[in-house]
């Protein structure tokens, strides 16, 4: 049987936290019969900042490259500035093994009392698609007269007909394989009249290649009120970098909690290990008290698996997740209940063991 070798970055907060949980129940799922896994810590984060004036170290994507994936907590430290934290590890991981398609499944789980009144669970499953590689968050940019009334800042937004096509493409492709083949591609190009435009115009293009896929095109400000006045109407979303990380935490929260939302920072590719994480953050309010909600990373933990085609052992534990969050008593204190994140991990893990 396959051994596998997963990098784990718990990062921040209750990274520290819920990717431990994540090793628990990979490990509880590999002794009821399923893939093998080998797994390596690496400390980088806020506090290896604190130690070595750096998030992560300088060979630190060498480190990560011989692996088959990577199981990532959080980046955010209340005592170290928010672009430190993120540009210096999560963001150099991303960009630095090119993983350019970050995929986010949402929908309602058993037992979860979502906050849209006339939204039943079936209406709500969607696959946020967002470009992970350039767009707003490409890093281009600079300050200038720093600290004088003339001070100015600039944050260019790169859009390259290369990284466009390959998102759109993969977009359609996840559209291909849902049964509802549907996409709806967001943009902002009424007011930003260059890259924006461009993006529909090879959106145009690449779905010539798609003609089973019924596509739609969306401005960000209405898909924020078509996701709440009508979630029925979408599958597959795919957008920029900016847009689709600020969708993705409206849809977290439309289907109960950012706790149980999932992430895969992909290189489709398959050139680089690829990277699975919670997107709730690190959540230091809580940290060390036992609250975290693991579901999130549980969830990574299926789209690794299935990353890694190891297709029957994400259904087995899909099955254990759904089987836990019906169960109200087991949920965390962002569900409206009082379980720890050992209980819910403990639970899992007791699915797990029983099949």
Partial sequence: MTTYRIACIPGDGIGKEVVPA?????QALADAGGPRFDFTTFGWGGDWYRAHGEMMPADGLAQLRGHDAILFGSAGDPHIPDHVTLW????????????Y???RPTRILPGIDAPLKRCAPADLDWV???????GEYAGVGGRAHQGHPIE?????????RAGVERIIRHAFRLAQSRPRKLLTVVTKSNAQRHAMVMWDEIAAEVATGFPDVRWDKELVDAMTARMVNRPASIDTVVATNLHADILSDL??????SLGIAPTGNIDPERRYPSMFEPIHGSAFDIMGQGLANPVGTFWSCVMLLEHLGEHEAARRL?????????DRTLHTRDLGGSATTAQVTQAVCSRLAAR
């Fill in 101 to 103: 398609a970050n995929v």
């Fill in 251 to 256: 849809a977290a929260a439309l289907a109960g």
């Fill in 22 to 26: 994540g090793q628990e129940v990979l």
């Fill in 152 to 160: 100015v800042a600039t944050d260019v937004s790169v859009m390259t």
């Fill in 128 to 134: 946020i698609v967002r470009e992970n590689s350039e």
């Fill in 318 to 326: 899909m099955q254990a997740i759904e089987a836990v969050t019906a």
């Fill in 88 to 99: 210096g590890l999560r963001l150099k991981i991303c960009q630095g093994f090119d993983q």
